[in-house]
């Protein structure tokens, strides 16, 4: 008589019936079923997990740059008095912050329209636009300051004499941008006055504060003034400004060894034997 295998366990010298093999055998599928199920959907995590790199470090803000550190030259304290030249060009304190916001705020000019040009042949000229922008810290009279940067850019000794150009103040976009800021702030945007050159992140030349319509001016030195101008303290404004507008307008620096300077010579560092002018055409006639 021939003997029925046992099946599963067939040869190990267990028997047992029939249908009682077929429910284990199917049990143990089942269990073996959910139990590779289990390991095959366990085994990617594992893997991400140990393969994966760790997670980066918060990094600084990129935008977040520490600002460039900068020597400035004393400031002697300013302990005169102020008179009406200083009340005309704005300033209403002798107290000069080193160092303001970095922001800037424009000087109203409400209560302008198109500022009038001095020289009845100044509106056969080409119009400059310019605004006046004052660093948020620094505390001036606006209008007096409007009026008198305006005044000096009309007068008939400056750029815009015998009708060459016609300057009209704004407060929107600007081929001039008169800028009062603290020394601070002039060192670091435009650290050799406005034909500085610095290079960008990719190594090109960055435009120079001219180049951008800036005429930078230290509020110290508009209340100050400048040592070769003693206390001709008007003159070396108007110096100030007729400089900087120069080389916004595409005038290049020049030189002095003796004589009277051209208003393009840098005026604050030339030989004693050089006298200042302030104005691009000082022989012509005085306006007012």
């Given at each position: 008589?021939?003997?029925?295998?046992?099946?599963?366990?067939?040869?190990?010298?267990?028997?047992?019936?029939?249908?009682?093999?077929?429910?284990?055998?199917?049990?143990?599928?089942?269990?073996?079923?959910?139990?590779?199920?289990?390991?095959?959907?366990?085994?990617?995590?594992?893997?991400?997990?140990?393969?994966?790199?760790?997670?980066?470090?918060?990094?600084?803000?990129?935008?977040?740059?520490?600002?460039?550190?900068?020597?400035?030259?004393?400031?002697?304290?300013?302990?005169?008095?102020?008179?009406?030249?200083?009340?005309?060009?704005?300033?209403?304190?002798?107290?000069?912050?080193?160092?303001?916001?970095?922001?800037f705020s424009t000087a109203s000019t409400a209560s302008r329209t198109a500022a009038p040009s001095v020289s009845p042949d100044a509106a056969d000229g080409p119009t400059r636009y310019v605004r006046i922008d004052v660093e948020d810290g620094v505390t001036v009279d606006e209008d007096a300051l409007v009026d008198h940067v305006m005044a000096t850019l009309q007068d008939e000794r400056g750029w815009g004499s015998a009708g060459r150009l016609q300057f009209v103040v704004t407060d929107g976009a600007a081929d001039v941008q008169v800028v009062l800021a603290?020394?601070?702030?002039?060192?670091?945007?435009?650290?050799?006055?406005?034909?500085?050159?610095?290079?960008?992140a990719d190594g090109s030349p960055e435009p120079t504060c001219a180049e951008q319509g800036i005429v930078p001016v230290s509020i110290y030195d508009w209340t100050a003034g400048l040592d070769r101008y003693g206390k001709n303290r008007n003159g070396a404004r108007a110096y100030l400004l007729n400089h900087g507008v120069g080389l916004v307008l595409g005038e290049e620096e020049a030189t002095c060894t003796s004589g009277v300077a051209s208003v393009m010579v840098d005026q604050t560092d030339m030989p004693k034997a050089c006298k200042t002018s302030a104005w691009p055409f000082p022989g012509a006639a005085k306006s007012g």
């Open positions: 008589m021939t003997r029925r295998s046992g099946g599963l366990f067939a040869g190990r010298g267990i028997a047992l019936p029939g249908w009682r093999v077929t429910l284990i055998a199917v049990v143990l599928c089942f269990a073996v079923g959910l139990g590779a199920g289990w390991v095959t959907g366990q085994v990617p995590g594992w893997y991400r997990a140990w393969s994966a790199d760790p997670e980066p470090s918060a990094s600084p803000n990129a935008s977040e740059t520490p600002e460039p550190e900068v020597s400035l030259p004393a400031m002697e304290p300013i302990t005169r008095a102020l008179d009406e030249d200083d009340a005309a060009a704005g300033i209403v304190t002798t107290t000069v912050p080193e160092r303001g916001a970095g922001t603290t020394p601070y702030t002039i060192a670091t945007r435009c650290p050799d006055g406005a034909e500085a050159t610095a290079d960008d």
